[in-house]
């Protein structure tokens, strides 16, 4: 191999290395959700390359509102899925989407785009 081969394999594995960091290894943004004046807890999410925040703290047997504003036009981000509680929702671009629902069993719980790219976590304690 010359110089040329080597450095292209090189900046391969590294461009490699940082995509592996970044979409599974980098710190996440953790947010705990607090109650509004009726009891319910409520969370505003941006939809822009990534649901900010990705990890959502709530309380279980608490009803929890997720507002979803959707900043981009990528088909991926489309629409929100939440398996484990039988929900989801299309996303129109620059308009806010409520989800709503009780969660009611602590644990850990995957949301998504339908795509399964992008990807978040509700943490029920």
Known sequence: ????????????????????????????????????????????????????????????????????????SAACSEMVLFPDFNQNAKLPEGQEVMIEFTPEKPGEYGFQCQMGMLRGKLVVE
């Open 1 to 72: 191999m010359n110089a040329i081969q080597i450095a292209v394999t090189i900046g391969g594995i590294a461009l490699s290395l940082f995509i592996i960091w970044f979409f599974w290894l980098a710190p996440k943004q953790q947010t705990r959700v607090a109650f509004d004046t009726s009891g319910v807890q409520e969370v505003a999410i941006t939809v822009k390359g990534g649901y900010t925040p990705d990890i959502i703290v709530v309380k279980v047997g608490q009803p929890l509102r997720m507002r979803f504003t959707r900043q981009e």
